[in-house]
């Protein structure tokens, strides 16, 4: 059985998979990155990427799927204090440049 649990505002959607021959359950999560990449990267080419007071500048769109395979893949958290290699090593990896919109550091 599998049946939609719920759609978040950012698209990402959550199903429930339910299996009678084992007695187990999944959760997926599924969510259209392309648009939501495509999205950020033209708010940024509109501003250059910085903010109206030039302090902060966006470098990056991370959706949430994107953000559940680095902590599957990589066994933690990179956007967590404290994790700031892990974070540039996973932001250089070439599973997820395309979440970049300028250089990372």
């Not at 290699?85 to 919109?101: C, G, N, Q, S, V």
Request: without cysteine; proline residues 5%.
């Amino acid at each position: 059985m599998r049946r939609l649990l719920e759609i978040h505002p950012d698209g990402m959607e959550e199903w429930f998979h339910w299996s009678e021959a084992d007695r187990a359950f999944a959760i997926e999560y599924r969510q259209p990155i392309g648009d939501a990449i495509t999205r950020a990267r033209e708010e940024s080419a509109d501003t250059g990427g910085w903010s109206k007071s030039r302090e902060l500048r966006h470098v990056m769109t991370v959706p949430v799927v994107a953000h559940f395979e680095m902590i599957k893949k990589y066994g933690a958290d990179p956007f967590k204090r404290g994790n700031e290699d892990l974070r540039r090593r996973a932001l250089r990896d070439p599973d997820f440049r395309y979440l970049t919109i300028g250089r990372v550091i």
